[in-house]
């Protein structure tokens, strides 16, 4: 079912944006690594293994655009891909995972947190969640960090096909009362699924919107 909040024609023009060439620039595992802000930029981010390198090659239709992988904790740069010149999809390191030593692990998540707190061209935060298992405790830790720094974040729940139907409405649902009074989330949960396309259509537009980028 398409999502009231976009019409047809956005949903078109997103699907045509989302078509252009995409391609990796760089990992940055510093904050003066990074490329120069030029283009609008959206982020992604969530605990590891949540699916986010999965999400981004579903977006842009590539199946190795980013790198997947078993291991988590695998994505320990901040790494942009740019889709055409108009726009730079940016995947965050993963948080949340233990196979590392603790100086490793707050080396990554400052370099996270250093790059939401000053990117002039960041539009919006994807902060993807397991629709299995809906926000934990490390997730609440996320969002707490965002509303702080005023970084405006959009919740995206993944693997819907791993569950009911039901069961992803249900927790959209609960997600959405557990954000109602965040400053910083934007009011919409969008529920996703990387394996059969579900939501993908929404949440191109949602970026599309949320960053004015044109797909002409």
């Avoid at 802000?37 to 605990?47: I, N, Q, S, Y």
């Avoid at 790198?67 to 965050?92: C, I, Q, W, Y």
């Avoid at 934990?136 to 995206?156: G, R």
Wanted: charged share 30%; no cysteine; aromatic share 6%.
């Amino acid at each position: 079912m398409t999502d009231p909040a976009f019409t047809d024609e956005e949903l078109e023009a997103a699907r045509v944006l989302f078509q252009r060439q995409a391609t990796f620039i760089m990992g940055a595992a510093k904050i003066d690594q990074l490329p120069e802000p030029d283009l609008p930029e959206v982020a992604f981010a969530g605990r590891s293994n949540v699916g986010k390198s999965s999400l981004i090659n579903g977006l842009v239709g590539m199946s190795k655009l980013a790198r997947a992988s078993n291991e988590p904790g695998r994505t320990r740069e901040v790494n942009f891909f740019d889709l055409d010149g108009k726009l730079r999809l940016v995947d965050l390191p993963g948080y949340g995972w233990a196979k590392a030593s603790k100086d490793t692990v707050k080396k990554f998540q400052n370099l996270g947190r250093d790059y939401l707190r000053g990117r002039v061209t960041l539009k919006r935060v994807y902060l993807l969640i397991d629709a299995r298992h809906g926000l934990k405790a490390v997730d609440t830790e996320a969002l707490d960090a965002l509303d702080l720094a005023a970084v405006s974040y959009q919740i995206v729940l993944t693997k819907a096909d791993k569950i009911k139907p039901s069961e992803g409405q249900a927790m959209r649902e609960k997600t959405l009362k557990a954000i109602a009074k965040r400053p910083a989330a934007y009011p919409d949960v969008i529920l996703t699924s990387s394996e059969k396309g579900t939501g993908l259509p929404e949440l191109r537009a949602a970026i599309m919107v949320a960053t004015e980028t044109s797909p002409y």
